[in-house]
C-alpha cells in the first residue's frame, strides 16, 4: 500500500537525519522532496503545498532539544501534518435508528457492492442484526452479486427482482429489516460512468425520502486526482457523511486518502484494502500517517490478527505447543489462519520497518502454496507423525504435490525449527512461574 510514496518520503527525511540540527538551510531540499513526492503521489497541489509551508514553519520554530535527534523530531512533524491532514481523530459512523439505514453512493464499479457486503459483514461480527437492500435496479447482475456475497457472509440481503423503483424497493427493505427483527439496513445503490443527472437525482431522493443514519461516498483511490473531483461533486449534491477509499491494494499512489479530507472536508471512514470480505479496516488517519511515513502500524495488524484468528483454534494449538506435540495438521490450520490476514505484502508494510526492508523485493503471495500442497499430500498418520516420513514417503509427497524431495525436506526441517523455538519457549515460561512462585 502506497510503497513509493512511503519510499520517497524516507528518501527526503534521509537528508535531515546526520544533521545536528534543523535549519533553514538544510531544510529546504528536503521539503522540496517531500512536496515533489506528494505530488508524484496524486495529493492535490493546493494540498501539497500548504502541508510542506506548515512542515516547514513548525520544524523550523521548533526549539532544539538535545535528546531527540532532528530526523526523528522531523519525522514526528510530518507525521502529525499527515495525521492532521487526513483528519485527526477517527470518525465513526452512525447507525442509530430502527433500523439504522446506511446509503450507499458512488460511481461505477467504485466497489460500492463489494463495500456494501464487507461493511455488514464488520458490523455482524460487532453483534449486529444486518440487512443488506438491493437498490441497483439497472444491471441485471447486480442483484445476483449482492446475493451471492450475502451468502458467503451469512447476511440476509432483501431484492425484487421485478421492481424498477429503487426507492420502492428500498422502503419495502425497510419494513422488512423491522419484521425481521434487523437493526441496521446496508442500501446498496446503482452507478453511472460519470456523474450523471438521473443518477444523482435518483441518489438525492434515496436520501430525502430515507433519512439514513449515515450516507457513505464510495470512490476508487487508483483514480487519482478524479476521485477528489468526483467526492466534491458529488458532496456538493448529497452532503454525505463520510468517505470509503476502496483499492487502496493495488497501485494506488494514494494521493485521494490525503487530499480528499481537505478538499471536501468530509472525513474518510474505511478504506478497502483487497476484493476478499476481510479486506476492510476503519480508517484511522494516525496510524495511516505512520504506515505512509514507513513507520509501520502494529495495532491494526494486532486487531487484525484477533479478528481472523478463531480463539477456540488459538487455544488448543497454545496448548499443543506447550506439550511440544505440533504437527502438519497444526501447521496447515496455521496456514489457512494466514490467509484470512490479507496479502502478505500489506502485512509487512504493517511491521515497523520490515515494510522497508522488504522495499524493492516482491513478496510472493504464493509462498505458501507448495507448503500447503506438500501437507495436503501427506497422509493422515503422516501429518500427525512426521518422524515416519522415510525417503520412499517423502518421494511421494514430492510427486503428490508437484514439489521436490528437497523441499520436503525443508518443511520437515521447519517443523523441527518450530518444534525446538516452542522448546525454548516452554523453558522460559516455566522459568518465569518458578520465579512468580519465589515471590
Ligand atoms: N483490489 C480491490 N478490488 C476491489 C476492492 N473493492 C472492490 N473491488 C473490485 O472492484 C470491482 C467492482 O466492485 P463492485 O463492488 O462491483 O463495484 P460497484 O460500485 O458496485 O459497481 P457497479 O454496481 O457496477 O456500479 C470488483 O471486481 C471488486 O471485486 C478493493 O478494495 N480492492
Ligand atoms: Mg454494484
Known sequence: MLENLTQKLDGAIKNLKGQG?????????????????????????????????????????????????PGELFVK?????????????????????????????????????????????????????????????Y?????????????????????????????????????????NGKSILIVDTAGRLAVDEAMMKEIEGLKRELNPSETLFVVDSMTGQDAVNTAKTFNDRLDFDGVVLTKLDGDSRGGAAISIKAVVDKPIKFIGTGEKMENIDIFHPDRMAKRILGMGDVIS??????QAFDEEEAKRLDKKLRKNQLDFNDLLSQINQMKKLGSLKDIAGMIPGVGKMMKGKEIDDNAMVPMEA????????????????????????????????????NL??????????????????????KNKKKR
Open 21 to 69: 540540527r534543523i535549519s533553514e538551510i538544510n531544510i529546504a531540499t528536503t521539503i522540496k522532496e517531500i512536496r515533489r513526492a506528494l505530488l508524484d503521489a496524486d495529493v492535490n497541489y493546493k494540498v501539497a503545498k500548504t502541508i510542506t509551508d506548515e512542515i516547514k514553519e513548525e520544524a523550523i520554530g521548533q526549539k532544539v532539544i538535545t535528546s531527540v535527534k
Open 77 to 137: 512533524i510530518v507525521s502529525d501534518k499527515l495525521t492532521e491532514l487526513m483528519g485527526g481523530e477517527m470518525k465513526e459512523i452512525n447507525t442509530q435508528g430502527s433500523p439504522g439505514i446506511i446509503l450507499i453512493s458512488g460511481l461505477q464499479g467504485s466497489g460500492k457492492t463489494t463495500f456494501t457486503a464487507k461493511l455488514g459483514n464488520l458490523l455482524k461480527k460487532k453483534g449486529k442484526q444486518i440487512l443488506l437492500a438491493a437498490c441497483d435496479i
Open 139 to 179: 444491471r441485471p447482475a447486480a442483484i445476483d452479486q449482492l446475493k451471492a456475497l450475502g451468502e458467503q457472509i451469512g447476511i440476509d440481503v432483501y431484492a425484487e427482482p421485478e421492481n424498477k423503483n429503487a426507492l420502492e424497493i428500498a422502503q419495502n427493505a425497510i419494513k422488512h429489516a423491522k419484521s
Open 301 to 306: 495488524l494486532v486487531e487484525k490478527a484477533q
Open 374 to 409: 506438500m501437507i495436503l499430500s501427506m497422509t493422515p498418520t503422516e501429518r500427525e507423525k512426521p518422524e515416519i516420513i522415510d525417503s520412499n514417503r517423502k518421494k511421494r509427497i514430492a510427486q503428490g504435490s508437484g514439489t521436490t524431495i528437497q523441499q520436503v525436506n
Open 412 to 433: 520437515l526441517k521447519t517443523r523441527e525449527g518450530i518444534k525446538g523455538m516452542m522448546k525454548m519457549v516452554n523453558k522460559s515460561q516455566s522459568k518465569k512461574t
